[in-house]
């Protein structure tokens, strides 16, 4: 079956540094979604890609969707307090029988 | 946010207990869904329904029994449950169940199984 990989599973920074986490398909995905999960919090939608070689921006935040569709990126720059949380991938290969699969996450911590 | 609203938020129950999660959505979608979340793990679905007809059911043990009486409420019927079945449960909706489609997540209810 379809599988999504996130790496790395955590990671710690100091504020002001950046910040990427990284997602892999076993198959080409049809669209990726990137959620946010604060501590204690549930997941929350944060951007949708479509097409090969998107790229879309929030503030500091780039999102990036793979030439292949099979693999998409999130970066942070410059991460604050606030972007603590765990960031989840979940993409969808398309055909009859949908299924959104989720990434296990990474996690960031960020050091004041 | 209040799109989606879970109750209890917090539950402890021994493994003879029958307790029942209750999800409602505010949104106006047509489908619902129940995930399990454990430490560790990736989010797993459990259920999915859409127009109040289930249309996934992920293999999971017949001790967790949904119920979507409609589009907007969604219930998960716990009975006999195990220790490892522990765990965050969020329910989520979305307009459909089309794999584009963003979906919107309650707060969850962390369930202790003793």
């Known amino acids: 079956g379809q599988q999504v990989m996130q790496i790395p599973q955590y990671q710690h920074v100091q504020e002001g540094e950046d910040f990427t986490t990284y997602c892999n398909s076993s198959t080409t995905l049809s669209n990726i979604q990137w959620y946010k999960q604060r501590p204690g919090g549930h997941p929350v939608f944060l951007i949708q890609l479509v097409k090969s070689g998107e790229v879309k921006k929030q503030k500091r935040l780039t999102f990036q969707f793979g030439e292949a569709k099979k693999n998409s990126s999130l970066h942070i720059t410059a991460t604050q307090t606030t972007d603590v949380g765990t960031y989840f991938c979940?993409?969808?290969?398309?055909?009859?029988?949908?299924?959104?699969?989720f990434g296990k996450g990474t996690l960031l911590t960020v050091n004041p | 946010e209040t799109g989606v609203t879970q109750t209890p938020r917090h539950l402890v129950m021994g493994m003879t207990n029958k307790k029942s999660l209750k999800c409602e959505q505010h949104l106006g979608h047509n489908a619902m869904y129940w995930y399990k979340q454990s430490a560790k793990k990736p989010l797993e679905l459990m259920f999915v329904?859409?127009?109040?007809?289930?249309?996934e059911n992920n293999s999971v043990p017949s001790r967790f029994s949904p119920e979507c009486p409609n589009s907007s409420h969604l219930f998960l019927h716990l009975h006999t449950l195990q220790p490892e079945d522990s765990a965050l449960y969020l329910c989520?909706?979305?307009?459909?169940?089309?794999?584009?489609?963003?979906?919107?997540f309650g707060p969850g209810t962390r369930l202790l199984v003793l």
């Open positions: 329904y859409n127009f109040k007809e289930q249309t």
């Open positions: 979940a993409g969808e290969s398309g055909g009859s029988n949908y299924k959104l699969t």
């Open positions: 989520a909706s979305s307009q459909g169940t089309g794999g584009w489609e963003t979906q919107y």
